[in-house]
């Protein structure tokens, strides 16, 4: 007799086959099918990396240095994280990030700018919080979700398993971005 447990593929599972590339329907039916995290179980820093829908951002933030996310309590969030040549982390001033222009920018442009918001890190960085978690109905299901102080971005989450989610980008007049969050072996 197989349990429930082997006779389905884990949600781990299907996201590893998932992040061999997808589109934006399925992406979002799997996120459909996740559990709702609550704001509390958010702490600590997060590893970032995109799930490729064919986004028009798709590429973006890992080629611009993201690396994730950081929740250091409900009203304490810092929504951008992105590291410089040396490996250093550091928050962002979402305000001072493009993110309005960056789908429109070519390929061949971001190709050759690796990395350059940690070139950009003076002019960039913040100490300050730029966020705050709060419960939100998205989709049909009230989950944790990031609201970003000063832009029209709210970043919903779904767990996939006890170090990973889920996140959509709801970004207005905008086609929903995904992205996997991991928790810091560190944390």
């Not at 099918?33 to 799930?51: H, K």
């Not at 009203?75 to 993110?99: S, Y």
């Amino acid at each position: 007799m197989t349990s429930n447990k082997s006779a389905h593929k884990s949600a781990a599972d299907e996201l590893a086959v998932l992040e061999q590339g997808t589109d934006p329907a399925t992406a979002l039916a799997f996120f459909d099918s996740l559990p709702a995290v609550t704001c509390d179980e958010l702490r600590g820093r997060y590893r970032g990396r995109e799930l490729l829908t064919g986004h028009p951002m798709d590429g973006l933030l890992e080629a611009s240095g993201w690396y994730g996310k950081q929740f250091d309590g409900v009203n304490q969030v810092h929504p951008l994280l992105f590291t410089d040549r040396g490996g250093e982390i550091f928050a962002v001033e979402p305000r001072k990030m493009p993110l309005g222009v960056a789908p429109r920018i070519p390929s061949a442009v971001v190709d050759r700018s690796q990395g350059a918001v940690g070139a950009l890190k003076v002019a960039l960085r913040t100490k300050k919080h730029r966020a705050r978690l709060r419960a939100v109905e998205y989709r049909g299901v009230v989950s944790a979700a990031m609201v970003y102080d000063h832009l029209p971005i709210i970043d919903v989450f779904r767990r996939v398993d006890a170090d990973t989610l889920l996140g959509v980008m709801d970004l207005r007049d905008s086609a929903p971005y995904v992205f996997v969050l991991q928790l810091d072996a560190q944390n």
